[in-house]
């Protein structure tokens, strides 16, 4: 057998490993506060959750290995430029607690702005729509993102760590974070927060982003303030009657990653 063949062989298997570890560990944590705690009467095996499951997949045994990889391959080259290279410098002698506050702020900002523009930018459009397709919108849908759309996310929330000098391993800590944030704030939970949902997102004004129709607000996942400062705040009582799309979707795992590239 040939090596490169035996290495796919040995990247599948690790991969599916992960993604069946991941996919136990997480459904053991949120399946149970989903039931205890829920936002809607929802059934665990709902509308769209096989196509769900495919995104999951999909995501833990390629995509999120390829997004890696890509900003690895970012990190390497910019640590060479002088002038980030002097940011770096400057930036390591702060404690390295700050240096992780500043670059989730920074992060926050960039996201909340990348997001904005998803939902504006035809373009941008075309591929984040796959994820508001769900009709029902719990764990497993989180994870209901287009490749291409999920690495735009990846890269733009992590440019500021990225460039004030954390190593592949802390942007991977990060990346770990955001990704178990975005995986709770899509869940079908409702946990009272009262100020501090100002300060932190929370499921329930992630299911109002989530609310049909294609610019509803709510675009910071992990900092409100920022919907807040910028008007785009919106926390109505109770839950969306209706989540999803105002036009027929492919429902397919398959159609749906193809979609973006036709023109209808």
């Not at 936002?39 to 499951?53: C, P, S, V």
């Not at 991977?172 to 990704?179: A, Q, S």
């Not at 949902?197 to 004004?205: A, D, E, K, Q, R």
Request: net charge negative; with cysteine.
């Amino acid at each position: 057998m040939p090596e490169y063949v035996q290495q796919a062989m040995l990247f599948l298997q690790d991969r599916s490993t992960h993604a069946l570890t991941s996919l136990v560990l997480l459904a053991v944590l949120f399946i149970p506060l989903e039931r205890l705690c829920a936002a809607r009467e929802q059934k665990i095996f709902r509308e769209g959750f096989w196509t769900d499951l495919g995104f999951f997949l999909g995501q833990y045994l390629l995509f999120i290995a390829l997004a890696n990889f890509i900003i690895h391959l970012v990190i390497q080259p910019l640590a060479s430029v002088s002038v980030l290279g002097q940011i770096h410098i400057l930036f390591a002698q702060i404690p390295w607690g700050l240096q992780l506050v500043i670059a989730l702020v920074l992060g926050d900002f960039v996201a909340y702005w990348a997001h904005r523009l998803q939902h504006r930018v035809d373009i941008l459009w075309r591929f984040h729509a796959v994820h508001h397709s769900s009709h029902e919108v719990d764990w497993l849908a989180a994870h209901r993102e287009h490749p291409l759309d999920g690495l735009y996310t990846q890269f733009m929330v992590n440019i500021p760590a990225i460039v004030c000098g954390f190593a592949f391993s802390e942007v991977m800590l990060l990346i770990f974070f955001r990704g178990l944030w975005a995986i709770f704030i899509h869940s079908n939970v409702r946990i009272k927060v009262g100020i501090f949902g100002y300060l932190l997102g929370s499921p329930h004004l992630h299911h109002w982003h989530h609310a049909k129709g294609r610019d509803v607000g709510n675009y910071a996942n992990l900092a409100p303030w920022l919907d807040v400062v910028f008007g785009t705040h919106y926390a109505p009582e109770g839950e969306p009657e209706e989540m999803g799309l105002d036009e027929d979707y492919p429902t397919r795992y398959m159609a749906m990653l193809i979609k973006p590239f036709t023109k209808t």
